[in-house]
């Protein structure tokens, strides 16, 4: 019973190619997130959405797409990955828009190594 | 630069010993929750802090919020290794409902 689950754990991949990053919550909630922490555990947020619609959108480059077909899934796409793209990413999720007092509930993190 | 700075960095101590870690903020914070990472794994919630002054206790995890709402402390006692992990504090502040993280501070407890 994951709350929030996500695929594929480990990726391995070439610079330059296309990936995507899957994410399921089964907790109900409205909001989900995507996060990225870097090789110093610095954990620092992405994008979010709240009933499928964008509300956070860092500055990340536009290679980075999120896609919400849903409000219990919310996908990361990255085009032309690039070596500083290393890193695990991390799904979230909570009931509403998150801030302050909101718990937020994480995935298990997709490591992802660009060669 | 950081909203919320975490110090120290690193903490290795022994079993039994007692230990603190410090989050500080210039911005005044709605609340201010401290998580927990394990390797392999992602942050879980430990505690959720709302009210400036606040001290809670979680069995030999005690949490306290500033007086002014922009900081907070986590006193661990009697440390044992199953607290060895990477503690995050997260708040957002009054005006902005994003959740900023600490860069967190990785505790090693040795047997």
């Known amino acids: 019973d994951t709350a929030v689950s996500q695929t594929p754990k480990y990726l391995v991949t070439q610079m330059g190619n296309d990936k995507s990053i899957k994410c399921e919550q089964n907790?109900?909630?409205?909001?989900m997130y995507w996060y990225k922490q870097d090789s110093k555990k610095f954990l620092k947020i992405m994008f979010s959405?709240?009933?499928?619609?964008?509300?956070i959108n860092e500055t990340v480059p536009n290679r980075f797409s999120p896609k919400s077909p849903d409000k219990a899934h919310l996908n990361l796409h990255i085009n032309s990955l690039e070596l500083g793209d290393s890193a695990v990413y991390f799904c979230?999720?909570?009931?509403?828009?998150?801030?302050?007092?909101?718990?937020?509930?994480f995935g298990p993190g997709t490591r992802l190594l660009v060669l | 630069t950081q909203l919320l700075e975490q110090s120290p960095q690193f903490l290795s101590i022994q079993e039994g010993e007692n230990l603190t870690v410090y989050c500080n903020s210039s911005s005044v914070f709605s609340s201010l929750q401290w998580y927990r990472q394990e390797p392999g794994e992602g942050p879980v919630l430990l505690v959720t802090v709302v009210t400036g002054g606040e001290v809670k206790k979680l069995k030999r995890l005690t949490f306290q919020f500033g007086d002014a709402r922009k900081d907070s402390s986590l006193h661990i006692t009697a440390a044992q290794p199953g607290d060895t992990g990477l503690y995050l504090c997260a708040g957002g502040p009054w005006d902005d409902y994003k959740l900023s993280f600490g860069a967190g501070t990785t505790v090693t407890v040795r047997a």
């Open positions: 959405y709240n009933n499928k619609e964008l509300i």
């Open positions: 979230a999720s909570s009931t509403s828009t998150g801030g302050g007092g909101e718990t937020q509930y």
């Open positions: 907790l109900g909630h409205d909001t």
